[in-house]
T-cell receptor, first 113, second 116 residues
Framework: RKEVEQDPGPFNVPEGATVAFNCTYS??????FFWYRQDCRKEPKLLMS???SGNEDGRFTAQLNRASQYISLLIRDSKLSDSATYLC??????????????FGKGTKLSVIP | SQTIHQWPATLVQPVGSPLSLECTVE??????LYWYRQAAGRGLQLLFY??????ISSEVPQNLSASRPQDRQFILSSKKLLLSDSGFYLC???????????????FGPGTRLTVL
């Protein structure tokens, strides 16, 4: 089983739409969770951390379900500038990967005019 | 504020040639430093990480090596490149804390390496 699994997409949505990305992780001892955004041929950039209680940053809402080992990202009122690949990232756990980030392969979003 | 630099931005090297990629961080002290590789269509693969000067941990056995000669300098090297070494090499840093609850990493602009 992959450690961090995401739907690769692509998700093609019209401007103004609401889109949701899901992610599952395999290590139940994981401690921290993040969403990163990566534009084409650029470095990943931290979009937001994901807290147990859920958190919102403008049009972006992140949720964490530890029992189901599931993370989500909701983008409301999509903008053209939201087009990118969104990486689900998990920190920590047990064993050799305790202090490392594990990245999903990303979900590609294209917002269409 | 903290900034992270990588160079060169792009590199084309023949098989069997040596490699040296450099990463420096400004505006912070004693950061954790990381080297990742992202091959085309693949996720990020952690290659090396360092918690201090001269302290290097390798995640994947390969023909690459890393060194940290100064607190905010991290170097990725190879004596002989392979075709499979092509990819997007990213350096990252994270703040050091006594806790590991929140450990965001911040990436440099990357080096795109093509081995021919």
């Amino acid at each position: 089983r992959k450690e961090v699994e995401q739907d690769p997409g692509p998700f093609n949505v019209p401007e103004g739409a609401t889109v949701a990305f899901n992610c599952t992780y395999s290590n139940s001892a994981s401690q921290s969770f993040f969403w990163y955004r990566q534009d084409c041929r650029k470095e990943p950039k931290l979009l937001m951390s994901v807290y147990s209680s859920g958190n919102e940053d403008g049009r972006f809402t992140a949720q964490l379900n530890r029992a189901s080992q599931y993370i989500s990202l909701l983008i409301r009122d999509s903008k053209l500038s939201d087009s990118a690949t969104y990486l689900c990232v998990v920190y920590g756990g047990s064993g050799a990967g305790s202090y490392q980030l594990t990245f999903g392969k990303g979900t590609k979003l294209s917002v269409i005019p | 504020s903290q900034t992270i630099h990588q160079w060169p931005a792009t590199l084309v090297q023949p098989v069997g040639s040596p490699l040296s990629l450099e990463c420096t961080v400004e505006g912070t002290s004693n950061p954790n430093l990381y080297w990742y590789r992202q091959a085309a269509g693949r996720g990020l693969q952690l290659l090396f990480y360092s918690v201090g000067i001269g302290q290097i941990s390798s995640e994947v056995p390969q023909n690459l090596s890393a060194s940290r000669p100064q607190d905010r300098q991290f170097i990725l090297s190879s004596k002989k490149l392979l075709l499979s070494d092509s990819g997007f090499y990213l350096c990252a840093w994270s703040p050091t804390t006594g806790l590991h609850s929140y450990n965001e990493q911040f990436f440099g602009p990357g080096t795109r390496l093509t081995v021919l």
